[in-house]
Nanobody, 115 residues
Framework: QVQLVESGGGLVQPGGSLRLSCAAS????????MAWYRQAPGKQRELVAG???????NYADSVKGRYTISRDNAKNTVYLQMNSLKPDDTAVYYC?????????WGQGTQVTVSS
């Protein structure tokens, strides 16, 4: 069982920045593939960014050049730095851990981009 706790969401103006954090339980965090997803009202949950155990990353086309995913294995934490935020980025952002024992999700954190 892996527990994930997201933080860092909030209200930000267009063009602003936020950094999300996701703290994971367990002693094997370095082996997990971690990802951030988001779900806007009335839309399906979509992959935003992912990072594997080797540090390889991938991004949705809509966030490339604006978002950066990173991980700190010493702190069992994955981050999502979000810059140049747009109203379309408004969503609940979820952290996901993919492990040998299965996939685990956090509870989500709300990000609202509005003036």
């Amino acid at each position: 069982q892996v527990q994930l706790v997201e933080s860092g969401g909030g209200l930000v103006q267009p063009g602003g920045s936020l950094r999300l954090s996701c703290a994971a339980s367990g002693s094997s965090f370095r082996l997990y593939t971690m990802a951030w997803y988001r779900q806007a009202p009335g839309k399906q949950r979509e992959l935003v960014a992912g990072i594997d155990s080797s540090g390889n990353t991938n991004y949705a086309d809509s966030v490339k050049g604006r978002y950066t995913i990173s991980r700190d294995n010493a702190k069992n934490t994955v981050y999502l730095q979000m810059n140049s935020l747009k109203p379309d980025d408004t969503a609940v952002y979820y952290c996901k851990a993919s492990t040998l024992s299965g996939a685990y999700w956090g509870q989500g954190t709300q990000v609202t981009v509005s003036s």
